[in-house]
């Protein structure tokens, strides 16, 4: 079992940055190739960003392209979404994700493993 602990969201103002953080416990963190997803009301829930569980190989949706890092620590078991220039549309609450060794499978959306998600809230 993997657990997953989100954190970092809030409220912040158009244009404004938030750091998500993703605290991974119960299995070797390195293993797992990691992800974030993200669901708006009334919306299905969209793939955001990807990780390899190296760290060398990294995807991003469209939409935050340009704007977005994901990063990992694995010796810190923590992986991290920086969002910057962020737009009302990336109003959402964001999951993370992991799967192990299966990257296309993460960024499918069916990664083994989800965290109870962070609630990010862009105003203008």
């Known amino acids: 079992q993997v657990q997953l602990a989100e954190s970092g969201g809030g409220l912040v103002q158009a244009g404004g940055s938030l750091r998500l953080s993703c605290a991974a416990s119960?299995?070797?963190?390195?293993?797992?190739?990691m992800g974030w997803f993200r669901q708006a009301p009334g919306k299905e829930r969209e793939f955001v960003a990807a990780?390899?569980?190296?760290?060398?190989?990294?995807y991003y949706a469209h939409s935050v392209k340009g704007r977005s890092t994901i990063d990992r620590d694995n010796a810190k078991n923590t992986v991290y979404l920086q969002m910057n220039s962020l737009k009302p549309e990336d109003t959402a609450v964001y999951y993370c994700?992991?799967?192990?060794?299966?990257?296309?499978?993460?960024?499918?959306?069916?990664?083994?493993?989800w965290g109870q998600g962070t609630q990010v809230t862009v105003t203008t």
């Open positions: 994700s992991a799967e192990e060794d299966k990257l296309q499978t993460l960024i499918a959306g069916h990664g083994h493993y």
């Open positions: 119960g299995r070797t963190f390195s293993n797992y190739d």
């Open positions: 990780i390899s569980w190296s760290g060398d190989n990294k």
